[in-house]
């Protein structure tokens, strides 16, 4: 007979196990440091205050292109996976993980903010939904956009017997025109150059810093439901 301590003991530390993955995800995280800052007009924000703003995500050179979607957008994450076994079990083994930004407006109410991301050194944290899957297997073909973009990465889809590779792939993008939410170290610039489409003579940027002071920028829906007002 089972004991039933020990079936507890198990149970418990499977919950345990599935909160503390819901706590300490990055969507997790993000959604907690939001919901602490009120929601700010772009023209109310005030010089070296960390604020946060939800408004549509705009270009302002040309737009990056996502990898297999071919959508228009300021910022894309993708990953590509093998299923590889190892003995009794398996596991997704990551491929290919990149991804790619660019500075970009966030315009709210004919209002727009500059959002100054910056890779090397970091100065950003995300959560981007991931909207465009795509996978193939023994009897599931790839698709001829997959087929393209393995070629691109060099990664060969078929096993030494002919046999499709058992992959997947995941892109999460911020498109041109969709709504996000972004918050950071406010700072008002003079433009020496004017921008295309914006009359005034200085603009509103946001950026990131160091720990807790990132930059943040998500598109996750609950991020505007959950909005406090200001």
Same mark, same amino acid.
């Given at each position: @007979?089972?004991?039933?301590?020990?079936?507890?003991?198990?149970?418990?530390?499977?919950?345990?196990?599935i909160l503390y993955n819901h706590y300490f995800n990055s969507e997790s995280i993000i959604l907690r440091r &939001?919901?602490?800052? !009120?929601?700010?007009?772009?023209?109310s924000l005030r010089t070296n205050t960390f604020s946060k703003i939800s408004g549509k995500a705009l270009n302002i050179n040309d737009p990056l292109t996502a990898p297999l979607s071919k959508r228009k957008c300021v910022f894309y994450k993708?990953?590509?996976?093998?299923?590889?076994?190892?003995?009794?079990?398996?596991?997704?083994?990551?491929?290919?993980?990149?991804?790619?930004?660019q500075d970009f407006?966030?315009?709210?109410?004919?209002?727009?903010?500059?959002?100054? !991301?910056?890779?090397? !050194?970091?100065?950003y944290m995300d959560y981007l939904v991931t909207d465009k899957t795509?996978?193939?297997?023994t009897f599931n073909d790839p698709t001829p956009e997959f087929i393209k973009l393995l070629k691109f990465y060099n990664i060969d889809g078929e096993?030494?017997?002919?046999?499709?590779?058992?992959?997947?792939?995941?892109?999460?993008?911020i498109e041109i025109g969709e709504q996000i939410t972004v918050?950071?170290?406010?700072?008002? @610039?003079? &433009?020496?150059? !004017?921008?295309?489409?914006?009359?005034?003579?200085?603009i509103v940027s946001l950026s990131g810093g160091d720990n807790d002071k990132k930059l943040i920028i998500t598109d996750s829906p609950k991020a505007i439901s959950e909005q406090r007002s200001f």
């Open positions: @007979m089972e004991n039933p301590l020990f079936i507890a003991v198990i149970i418990g530390i499977v919950i345990l196990f &939001l919901k602490k800052l !009120p929601q700010n007009r772009v023209g993708i990953t590509i996976q093998q299923r590889v076994n190892s003995g009794k079990s398996s596991r997704w083994k990551t491929l290919i993980e990149k991804e790619n930004i407006f966030i315009e709210k109410n004919g209002e727009r903010a500059i959002v100054l !991301p910056v890779k090397v !050194p970091r100065n795509t996978n193939s297997g096993t030494l017997f002919g046999f499709n590779k058992q992959l997947k792939y995941e892109e999460a993008i918050a950071g170290n406010v700072r008002w @610039m003079d &433009l020496e150059t !004017p921008i295309a489409d914006y009359s005034y003579s200085s």
